[in-house]
């Protein structure tokens, strides 16, 4: 296989696993490469996403490692072996890299959480409400470089939309749904974009409000993609040059706990969609 300029994030995620599995079996470099039969290079090129594997050669490695976790490593070819040329691919080049790897992560997520405080999270925004968005928090850029950003952020809506849509649960803070991004009308439209999407049976919609006591966790807003496994997830924060993807297993194991916090304070999905219509009929 050739070697990769610029591996993207999932690539990236595929190498990482490869070399935590090597390391906890406690081989260097230049044991894994004799046990496999080639040279040590070739195993730098694989752990550093630069070059691609075979599922024979990964399943190879993985016996070499002493992995028996047969889902893990299933979860680890579908990685090596996908050649999804997703409409992400369109964007390469007029987008920041980082903007590519969060929808092929959504993509092949197995289910999306979201927490947010500020503002409503991206799949459930709508085009004007995004506009809004980007064009405050990007006042210099031009009017067609905006429509890009919201176009993007609308395209990755389809993985609630397509056939086999992924399983979708958000828990967004009363601020977020108060906090008017655009003007009234946009406002309106918004929460009812909101309501419209938490009838779907894939979809589920919580909202922590205000008047809840001893609430600290304002600082956990997330991406939460999950994997084939547990081991496999993936936490998406915001950083000063775009998405910063999380996946050490003790952050992970950090971020769930945060999420089922969050999530146990929330009200109900029916008291939610009620709290909803409330703040709708207050505009």
């Known amino acids: 296989m050739g070697t990769r300029r610029e591996p993207t994030a999932r690539q990236m995620r595929l190498a990482v696993e490869l070399r935590r599995l090597r390391e906890a079996a406690g081989l260097n470099s230049r044991d894994a490469a004799v046990l496999l039969g080639v040279n040590s290079v070739q195993i730098s090129q694989i752990e550093s996403g630069t070059s691609g594997v075979s599922e024979q050669r990964l399943r190879r490695m993985a016996a070499n490692y002493a992995c028996a976790d047969e889902d893990l490593i299933s979860g680890l070819v ?31 997520a197995h289910h999306r959480w979201d927490v947010d405080f500020l503002h409503v999270p991206g799949l459930l925004q709508t085009a004007a409400y995004a506009r809004s968005l980007f064009s405050y928090v990007n006042p210099e850029f031009p009017s067609g470089d905006v429509e890009r950003w919201v176009e993007h952020r609308m395209r990755r809506r389809s993985i609630l939309e397509r056939p086999d849509p992924v399983p979708y649960e958000a828990v967004i803070h009363e601020a977020a749904l ?67 993807f999380i996946d050490a297993e003790g952050q992970l194991n950090r971020y ?12 109900g999905p029916e008291r939610s969609r009620d709290f909803i219509h409330g703040l709708a009929k207050e505009l």
Request: aromatic share 8%.
């Open 178 to 244: 108060r906090i008017r991004v655009g003007d009234r009308p946009t406002a309106r439209a918004q929460l009812a974009r909101v309501l419209e999407l938490s009838e779907a049976d894939h979809v589920t919609v919580r909202v922590v409000p205000f008047d809840l006591d001893h609430f600290g966790g304002a600082g956990s807003a997330m991406v939460y993609a999950g994997g084939p496994v547990p081991r496999l997830d993936t936490v998406v924060r915001d950083g000063p040059n775009g998405p910063v």
């Open 256 to 267: 769930r706990t945060l999420f089922r916090r969050v999530e146990g304070v929330s009200l």
């Open 78 to 108: 579908a990685i090596a072996t996908d050649r999804t040329q997703g409409w992400w691919e369109e964007y390469r080049g007029r987008l920041p890299t980082p903007f590519m790897d969060l929808p092929e992560l959504e993509h092949h």
